[in-house]
């Protein structure tokens, strides 16, 4: 059973920073590929950074130059470090997975950011 834990997400102000965590459990995690979502109320959820097993990173348009996606295979855990946020960073954010052809999901972390 695969199982993701997000944690870290709260209220900032715009310009301000936050770090997500996603810890997972079982020993699949250094040999996948692991991807942040959000959700904003009444949109789709999109990707904003994804990281493969072997390190090499990807991120929205939106997000680039602003977000940091990093892994620490040594304590299952990925991270999402979130600068210069912005009103519209506001969201549940989401830790996906892919183990054997199936999709896992975190319950997701809310990330609210005021003007």
């Known amino acids: 059973q695969v199982q993701l834990v997000e944690s870290g997400g709260g209220l900032v102000q715009a310009g301000g920073s936050l770090r997500l965590s996603c810890a997972a459990s079982?020993?699949?995690?250094?040999?996948?590929?692991v991807a942040w979502y959000r959700q904003a109320p009444g949109k789709q959820r999109e990707l904003v950074a994804s990281?493969?097993?072997?390190?090499?990173?990807n991120y929205a348009e939106s997000v680039k130059a602003r977000f940091t996606i990093s892994r620490d295979n040594t304590k299952n855990t990925v991270y999402l470090q979130m600068n210069t946020l912005k009103p519209e960073d506001t969201a549940v954010y989401y830790c996906?997975?892919?183990?054997?052809?199936?999709?896992?999901w975190g319950q997701g972390t809310q990330v609210t950011v005021s003007s």
């Open positions: 996906n997975t892919r183990v054997y052809m199936k999709d896992y």
């Open positions: 990281i493969t097993s072997s390190g090499i990173t």
């Open positions: 079982g020993t699949f995690f250094s040999n996948s590929d």
